[in-house]
Structure formats: C-alpha cells, structure tokens
Nanobody, 114 residues
Framework: QVQLVESGGGLVQAGGSLRLSCAAS????????MGWYRQAPGKQRELVAH???????GYTNSVKGRFTISRDNAKNTVFLQMNSLKPEDTALYYC????????WGQGTQVTVSS
C-alpha cells in the first residue's frame, strides 16, 4: 500500500530552522517528482517545493533562498530544510507526488513564533 509519512515538525522561534523528512513507498518515490506542500488555517494547500526524479528542484517565491528540498534515493526519503523561518511559515506540512496523485499522509505541524 502506498504510504507517505512526514516527520520533523515542531515549535520554533522566528529565524530558526527545522528539517522535515518524508518516508515514501518505493514505487511512487522512484517514478514521480516529489513535493512538499503546506496548509495554513483557513487557507488552501499549496506546493512550496518540488524535486524531480533527476534532482531538479523548484520553489514557490515565498520560500526561495530559505528552504531546500533534497532526496535520499537509497532511503526513499525526501527532506525539506527550512531556515530563517517566519511566522507566516506556520502550517501543516505534507509531502506527496507532483502532481498530488497519492493519498495524503498525516502531515507534520510547523509552528513559528514571533
């Protein structure tokens, strides 16, 4: 069964850093681009970073220069390094394929205090 498991969230002060991890089932991981999405209260879910099977990455403008997406092919894991966090980064963070064709996991909560 296809499964995505996110971890690494937490409470951090503005300017701090967190590293999120996503363990993905092997099949989807190998054949799809992967992405990190987030959903803040009252807002739609948005794609903030993505990485192709070949390692090419892209970011939404609001996180460019602060977030870095990477993948460990041997461990079927995708990471999101988040630096210089801002209160507006507060959200529930999910990983999924790009486009999001796989059932959503539970996500991991990121809360940035001012």
């Amino acid at each position: 069964q296809v499964q995505l498991v996110e971890s690494g969230g937490g409470l951090v002060q503005a300017g701090g850093s967190l590293r999120l991890s996503c363990a993905a089932s092997g099949i989807i991981y190998r054949v799809n681009a992967m992405g990190w999405y987030r959903q803040a209260p009252g807002k739609q879910r948005e794609l903030v970073a993505h990485i192709s099977s070949g390692g090419t990455s892209g970011y939404t403008n609001s996180v460019k220069g602060r977030f870095t997406i990477s993948r460990d092919n041997a461990k079927n894991t995708v990471f999101l390094q988040m630096n210089s966090l801002k209160p507006e980064d507060t959200a529930l963070y999910y990983c999924n394929t790009v486009p999001s064709d796989t059932a959503w996991g539970q996500g991991t909560q990121v809360t940035v205090s001012s």
